[in-house]
């Protein structure tokens, strides 16, 4: 009988030659083991793309072709393999990391996955997830961080993406012109509020320290004329206070601008002093909520509360999370800018805070992305600005109006893409959380 070549040597062959260029297109280098391999089919050195110069990192990558059918437990988002005993104990001894790539010859698909990234508990099977493992060229980062040595410090690796737009995450304050000082019989805050309260229509975007008042507006003109000597309010220049070097002043404007925007958006969100946490409110128990807002040009929306049952067990209580950030007050020579860093809180039904967040929260910024985190930061941002807005009639005097303007910053243009692993804030306990079925990986901003 003659030499013949089999149908399984030839889908080989074709998955191999799928992935080498693949890798090509990241502009690293692709080396095939040819015959005399065991368990890896090439080895793969990173590139410089920008001076083309090789790195010397290297790692191996075996390649599993299949014509079609479907993956252990496939869906349309995830699926699962199985790793032959064999293959992974000789790949534990490899002196470089190896990388796993599945090729389906019926519909070009091909997902990856470093070899020892096993589902807890079992060390020979691989989740794969259809959105994140994509093997193309934007795991270019991704692949190039496994070849770190961490025990070394000071490695570099440089970024291997292309450039891409960044949205800054600041808002530049708009602060008025005016801002009244006064003395008071209270020494502080804390002491001032028992009798602010006695009085209809309180309001505490105030800041009292060492019997000294601040606001940027009239106290005389509300409740808060109850906390001040009334013949000692005076109003002068913003600009004095706002950026005087004094330490003390500098901390009373911070304090001024976190509550004043805990007023001006006080119909959409709540303030956890405790947290130092701004976020969106439910409006009933157990309910979903929608924010609509416009990104760039285009009228989008966001679910910025979501209700979840225990997809566990029914029986039992799911919780709710709320979109939520964190607003820190810089000054930046003599400006002040908003930084928006945005996060989550989670609740029993939208109300009564959630028993155990943080292993929640680790779970669901496990499954976050570029994509992600950019929305929720231009969904902010679009809050911010229309709580400046003012819309005030010739004869409104809407006591409500609010006080502070904020002003997005340009887009800016950056050489190289920020990794996408970078944004995968990992905790040890996202993986257990996922294990109980409380995430829908469906929902996204």
């Not at 089919?41 to 090789?54: C, H, N, Y």
């Not at 079992?122 to 190039?144: M, Q």
Request: charged residues 30%; neutral net charge; proline residues 4%.
């Amino acid at each position: 009988m003659g030499k013949r070549i089999t149908d399984s040597q030839v889908l080989g062959e074709l998955g191999e030659t799928a992935i080498k260029k693949i890798v090509l297109e990241m502009q690293f280098i692709y080396d095939p083991r040819g015959r005399l391999e065991a368990g890896t089919d090439g080895i793969v050195e990173l590139r410089d793309p920008k001076s083309g110069a090789p790195l010397g990192k290297l790692l191996g990558v075996q390649v599993k072709s299949t014509e079609s059918g479907q993956y252990i437990r496939e869906n349309d988002r995830s699926f699962e393999y199985l790793l032959k005993h064999e293959d992974l104990k000789y790949w534990r001894t490899s002196n470089i990391p190896v990388i796993i790539v599945l090729w389906r010859k019926s519909d070009e698909t091909a997902y990856w996955k470093e070899v020892t990234d096993c589902v807890k508990g079992e060390e020979r099977r691989l989740k794969f997830d259809k959105e994140t493992d994509v093997f193309d060229a934007r795991c270019a980062d991704r692949i190039g961080s496994l070849t770190i040595d961490r025990r070394t410090a000071g490695v570099f690796l440089p970024p291997l993406n292309q450039g891409e737009e960044a949205i800054i995450n600041l808002l530049r304050i708009r602060l008025p012109g005016e801002i009244f000082l006064a003395t008071s019989p209270f020494g502080s805050g804390r002491d001032a509020i028992p009798e602010l309260v006695k009085h209809d229509s309180p309001r505490f975007d105030w800041v009292i320290r060492k019997r000294r008042f601040v606001s940027f507006f009239d106290p005389r003109d509300f409740s808060t004329r109850a906390i001040v000597d009334l013949d000692q309010v005076e109003a002068i220049d913003t600009s004095l206070v706002a950026f005087n070097d004094d330490v003390d002043e500098t901390n009373n404007i911070v304090d001024l601008l976190r509550r004043t925007v805990e007023r001006q958006t006080s119909t959409q969100l709540s303030y956890l002093r405790k947290e130092r946490l701004f976020h969106f409110r439910a409006t009933n128990i157990n309910r979903s909520r929608t924010y609509h807002y416009v990104a760039n040009i285009n009228e989008t929306s966001a679910r910025v509360v979501s209700a979840y049952a225990n997809k566990k067990n029914p029986k039992q209580q799911g919780y709710v999370r709320h979109h939520a950030a964190r607003l820190r007050f810089e000054r930046l020579a003599d400006e002040w800018f908003a930084v928006i860093d945005p996060d989550f809180y989670f609740t029993r039904d939208g109300f009564q805070p959630h028993r155990f967040p943080e292993a929640l929260i680790a779970g669901k910024k496990r499954l976050e992305r570029n994509a992600a985190v950019r929305g929720q930061v231009i969904m902010w941002q679009h809050l911010l600005v229309e709580s400046g807005k003012r819309e005030l009639g010739l004869f409104d005097t809407d006591v409500s109006q609010p006080i502070l303007q904020f002003e997005r910053l340009p887009v800016i243009w950056i050489p190289q893409a920020v990794p996408e692993s970078s944004w995968n804030r990992t905790d040890p306990r996202a993986k257990d959380m996922e294990s109980l079925n409380f995430f829908d990986e469906g929902d996204t901003t």
